[in-house]
């Protein structure tokens, strides 16, 4: 099967950096995605890491080692708007579908 | 600007009632998919669909349907609604071509059971 795991809560204050962590399971890699979730609001699309290495984004980063099934997503300069839940997610083994982890919600204080 | 809709932001159904969740897209993607929220459990697929009249089962794809008749539609059905399917589902579309990767969800639509 197919699992990820991600820390259920992080917590951090406005401008210092913040790093979330998902390590993976799965039996096809094609590659790691991550997103983010406002409260109320829909998921949307953060990044996507296919190869090892680190991919940024502005003022995010997403990193990923695929010997180590490891991957994780930094927030620099951190602001209260960054106040949210993150997912990690790949590939489901049969098919375009993706599957999540159980997300990590970001509190983000002054 | 709204790319994914989901035809319900709130339903309240009774148990037994069945129970129709639409789901309509306008990029042309392949791929559709619905997914169910929870708190602490995250996101979990029920079914998705990579093409017209194509159908696959997900995790959690008991006590559920799907239809998928148009490119852009993309239905769910709960044929006996139960207590254990409170919960907020969620329609998303990807595109196979620019990025199977790269999903964009409805706004989610919130179902009680009572």
């Known amino acids: 099967g197919q699992s990820l795991e991600q820390p259920s809560e992080v917590t951090a204050v406005e401008g210092a950096i913040v790093q979330i962590n998902c390590t993976y399971q799965?039996?096809?890699?094609?590659?790691l995605s991550w997103y983010q979730q406002h409260d109320g609001g829909a998921p949307t699309f953060l990044s996507y890491?296919?190869?090892?290495g680190l991919e940024e984004t502005g003022r995010f980063s997403s990193f990923l080692s695929r010997s180590d099934s490891y991957g994780y997503l930094l927030l620099q300069e951190l602001q209260m708007k960054d106040s949210a839940s993150y997912f990690c997610a790949v590939r489901r083994q049969a098919g375009t579908a993706l599957i999540f982890g159980k997300g990590t919600t970001l509190s983000v204080s002054s | 600007d709204v790319k994914v809709t989901q035809s319900s932001r709130y339903l309240v159904k009774r148990t037994g009632e069945k129970v129709f969740l639409e789901c309509v897209q306008d990029m042309d993607h392949e791929n559709m998919f619905w997914y169910r929220q929870d708190p602490g459990l995250g996101l979990r697929l029920i079914y998705f669909s990579y093409d017209v009249k194509m159908k696959e089962k997900g995790d959690i794809p008991e006590g559920y349907s799907v239809s998928r008749e148009k490119k852009e539609r993309f239905s769910l059905i709960l044929e006996s609604a139960s207590t254990n399917q409170t919960s907020m589902y969620l329609c998303?579309?990807?595109?196979?071509?620019?990025?199977?990767?790269?999903?964009?969800f409805g706004a989610g639509s919130r179902l009680t059971v009572l």
């Open positions: 998303a579309s990807s595109s196979t071509v620019t990025g199977a990767n790269v999903l964009t």
């Open positions: 799965t039996s096809g890699f094609y590659g």
């Open positions: 890491n296919a190869l090892d």
